[in-house]
Nanobody
Framework: QVQLVESGGGSVQPGGSLRLSCVAS????????LSWYRQAPGKQRELVAL???????NYLDSVKGRFTISRDNAKNTMYLQMNSLKAEDTAVYYC????????WGQGTQVTVAS
């Protein structure tokens, strides 16, 4: 079965960095695009970044230039490098793939506060 397991969240001060990881299983990782979403308290879940099977990327405007999505097909892992973090980046971050239906990881909390 499809499984997505995120890790790497935590608490950092504004301006800090974190790297999230998403380890995937249950499908041929290299053939599919994946994405990172986030959901802040009281807000709707939003798409943060995506990466296609060919490595093409796209980002939410508010994170462009600060976040970098990448993938390592040999490790079945997707990453989100987050730099220059801001308080408004505080959210639960989720790994997502669409394989006919949506699959989500359990989420990892990112808190940015001084």
């Amino acid at each position: 079965q499809v499984q997505l397991v995120e890790s790497g969240g935590g608490s950092v001060q504004p301006g800090g960095s974190l790297r999230l990881s998403c380890v995937a299983s249950g499908f041929t990782f290299s053939r599919f695009g994946l994405s990172w979403y986030r959901q802040a308290p009281g807000k709707q879940r939003e798409l943060v970044a995506l990466i296609t099977s060919a490595g093409i990327t796209n980002y939410l405007d508010s994170v462009k230039g600060r976040f970098t999505i990448s993938r390592d097909n040999a490790k079945n892992t997707m990453y989100l490098q987050m730099n220059s973090l801001k308080a408004e980046d505080t959210a639960v971050y989720y790994c997502h793939i669409l394989l006919g239906i949506s699959y989500w990881g359990q989420g990892t909390q990112v808190t940015v506060a001084s």
